[in-house]
């Protein structure tokens, strides 16, 4: 199955792609910039904001995996017209399915970045076409990235009410290809890391893998959408879960880092290394953040 990947350059992007490849289906990447084809991925230029590129695109593929997303500062220009703009030649060019990445709660705290999930998941659900929506909860690399922000500081603010269900990108991946190989499931399916921890615990051990010391100063962040995830409207039960926790990301034990395939080496380098950067890749500020929490300020 030749299957196009919108997003390809993100972090979840980055490891869809092997997963898929590994599933024996033909990969077609879109990216905002001009890229040579690399092993079996054929990459192809196009912008899901203006819409250039993206017939061409679409053509001739089976399945969609949208995985591009506007990020926190990105007003939702690629998660609702983007995919608006998708979903319409997808169904001119006779695309069978879509599979739709997500976040765990969309549905129930429509905030901030949610509202323009959720937007984008009605617009999926009601294009015609053969779907799946896959609701995923924060990714590791993504929180690991956020919390390097405030390495600098003396002092981190730390909400102890908030609880966190972290997953692991490369099990998400591997849970998305094996959804496009079954088709479409025409329903919202939810994926969360193996356990959820509060704010505490996910800093705490944070500081221990980074070799920082520093004080926490209990705060309680403000807004609706910390707000609806205190209340637990952000983790779900829904099986089955991620593997890898937050503890074995940062902390990973000896035999898991001498594993030497793919999977194992995206485990373990860091999202900030060069392995993991794609080379000043405006995607990255549109597409490739993968994120849906705003930054947390003192109350």
Not at 127 to 149: D, K, M, V
Not at 225 to 238: I, S
Not at 241 to 253: A, C, Q, R, S, V
Not at 279 to 295: A, I, K, Q, S, T
């Amino acid at each position: 199955m030749r299957i196009l990947v919108t997003g390809a350059t993100g972090t979840l992007g980055g490891a869809v792609i092997p997963a898929l490849l590994k599933a024996g289906h033909e990969v077609r990447a879109l990216s905002r910039t001009k890229r040579n084809g690399r092993g079996n991925v054929e990459w192809m230029w196009g912008d899901l904001v203006s819409g250039n590129g993206v017939r061409e695109a679409v053509d001739g593929v089976d399945a969609i995996a949208h995985l591009a997303t506007s990020g926190r500062k990105g007003r939702g220009a690629v998660d609702v017209p983007g995919t608006r703009t998708l979903l319409t030649l997808a169904r001119a060019a006779g695309v069978s399915h879509v599979l739709f990445t997500s976040m765990v709660g969309a549905d129930r705290a429509a905030h901030g970045h949610l509202r323009h999930k959720l937007a984008a998941e009605r617009l999926v659900t009601e294009s015609g076409l053969g779907w799946t929506i896959l609701r995923a909860t924060p990714f590791h690399q993504w929180l690991h990235a956020r919390l390097g922000e405030f390495a600098a500081l003396p002092v981190l603010p730390v909400d102890r009410s908030l609880p966190w269900q972290p997953v692991h990108t490369g099990e998400v991946a591997t849970r998305a290809a094996a959804l496009l190989s079954a088709g479409p499931a025409g329903r919202e399916i939810e994926f969360g890391g193996p356990h959820v921890i509060n704010t505490e615990e996910l800093v705490r051990t944070w500081l221990r893998a980074a070799g920082l010391r520093r004080a926490c100063l209990f705060v309680r962040y403000p807004g609706r959408l910390y707000a609806a995830q205190r209340a637990g409207d952000l983790t779900t039960d829904a099986v089955p879960k991620g593997e890898i926790t937050w503890y074995d990301y940062l902390l990973p034990p000896p035999a898991m880092s001498d594993e030497s395939d793919d999977f194992a080496s995206e485990h373990t380098a860091s999202p900030t290394s060069p392995a993991n950067q794609p080379e000043c890749d405006p995607d990255l500020h549109v597409y490739g953040g993968d994120e849906g929490y705003e930054r947390p300020t003192r109350g």
